[in-house]
């Protein structure tokens, strides 16, 4: 074994066997937590977050609207009126519009605030809440083209999908079913396939080509083991 991976193993086995590591480990009698005491750390944080929210100035950027997009989480959770007054507060604070921005940059960031917007406006169905995200007004809205939140890895689609199942519902519509994109799906999973089924056939071709010392250190097909110190032809 090289000397790098005999140090790697050295360090491994002093971790595992000290008495630090072994008073740390969790063991099976270890209780989960319980609803009442992630409801009280969720209570406790929000609490201490408002409060020294309330010693600065509000803004609606992305690090405020984060956070209330999980006070908003607590409210649904808790039921607990005093956050989902605060939410509507801060949106009103801001004129439930997205961020304002001087650059001649656009950001996400700017708009995330119209996620709590539209929380609260699942709740209190005021229109003035949304209108600003509906009517486009942000001012770079000219320069901003609409993006699959899937395609950019921001959610699932299943996520996305439950999401607007559960809009459509609470707006008496039945939930819109998208078959623009089937034949490109269907036609994405055939050359999936494709491409999985000749790299196996390109393993097994490797495989019955290569003699036993040439795969004696491989993992697998074409990469070896970098712990090994077989010399290669």
Known sequence: MPRFGRYVALLLLVALTSPMARASAPSAATADFTDAQVIDVMRRAADYQLAEQAKTRPNVGWVRATFYVGLMAAYETTKDQKYLDAAIAWSEAGNWAPE????????????????????????????????AIRERTHWNMA?????????????????????????????GAPAPVDTRFEGDRDALIEQLRREREQ????????????????????????????????PVE
């Open 100 to 131: 304002p921005r001087k650059a001649t940059w656009r950001h996400a960031d700017d708009v995330l605030c119209g996620s709590t917007y539209l929380s609260i406006y699942d709740i209190k169905k005021d229109p003035r809440m949304i209108a």
């Open 143 to 171: 320069n901003i083209t609409p993006k699959d939140p899937v395609t950019l890895g921001l959610t699932t689609q299943r996520e996305l999908d439950a999401a607007v199942a559960k809009a459509a519902k609470a707006a």
């Open 199 to 230: 790299h196996a056939r390109e393993a097994e071709a490797a495989l019955a080509g290569a003699s036993d010392e040439a795969l004696r250190d491989e993992i697998v097909p074409g990469i070896r083991d970098p712990f090994k110190n077989t």
